[in-house]
């Protein structure tokens, strides 16, 4: 089964640029690659989500590489609110049924 | 912002008590999950359903059930809670396998 590794934390600095790495390196040709983040005692919260190209939303942005092996979720100005574990997912459909897998997460601190 | 529902957010019962947490959804969305998390552990997916009457296990196996017999609810039943079943359980929706998915905030489960 297709899965992701990311890594267990990343620390950050207020108002820089944060890059969170994802490797798939099993992925197929119709997996989307999806992002979210969950802060404590909340559900996840969609955060963008992508194919092939690299895609832009007013919460982020996300870098897909060319063999689509490895994605990188990037926050151009952290704040504190952005502090949440990333999980980094991908959504596919195998045999007929949907299956998907959820990375461990990568668990970012921003620091004021 | 998502219209998605769960009830109780906190629950602590006894065991052998059989034991219904319910999901709603207002957005219409034809895709529901449910999902067991463990404190600081990934997310993974028991059970989903992809309309009315349609109801799919999914990677991890799980003593509960589910049911779709409206479009905006998806409840799940433990007929006969154990101490092993005590987890976060976390619904969510979506209108199609790689659109974003909307989570609620969460039952979490408590099994004496």
């Known amino acids: 089964d297709a899965k992701t590794t990311q890594p267990n934390s990343m620390e950050s600095n207020e108002e820089e640029p944060v890059h969170l790495p994802c490797n798939h390196s099993?992925?197929?040709?119709?997996?989307?690659i999806h992002w979210y983040r969950q802060l404590p005692s909340q559900g996840p919260e969609y955060v963008i989500h992508?194919?092939?190209s690299n895609v832009n939303n007013r919460m982020a942005s996300l870098a897909i590489a060319e063999d689509r092996k490895s994605s990188t979720l990037i926050l151009h100005r952290a704040t504190l609110r952005d502090a949440a574990v990333y999980y980094c997912?991908?959504?596919?459909?195998?045999?007929?049924?949907?299956?998907?897998?959820f990375g461990k997460g990568t668990k970012l601190t921003v620091n004021p | 912002e998502a219209d998605i529902y769960q009830t109780p957010r906190y629950l602590v019962i006894g065991t052998g008590k059989k034991i219904t947490l319910e999901c709603s959804q207002t957005?219409?969305?034809?895709?529901m999950y449910w999902y067991q998390q463990d404190p600081g552990m990934e997310l993974h997916l028991i059970h989903y359903?992809?309309?009315?009457?349609?109801?799919e296990k999914g990677d991890l196996s799980s003593e509960s059930t589910v049911s779709r017999i409206r479009t905006e609810h998806f409840p799940l039943t433990l007929e006969s809670a154990r101490p092993s079943h005590t987890s976060q359980y976390l619904c969510?929706?979506?209108?199609?396998?790689?659109?974003?998915?909307?989570f609620g905030d969460g039952t979490r489960l408590s099994i004496l």
């Open positions: 969510a929706s979506s209108t199609h396998s790689n659109q974003p998915q909307h």
């Open positions: 099993t992925i197929s040709g119709t997996d989307y």
């Open positions: 992508g194919l092939t």
């Open positions: 997912i991908l959504i596919f459909s195998q045999g007929g049924s949907e299956k998907l897998v």
């Open positions: 957005m219409g969305h034809d895709k």
């Open positions: 359903s992809y309309g009315v009457n349609s109801t």
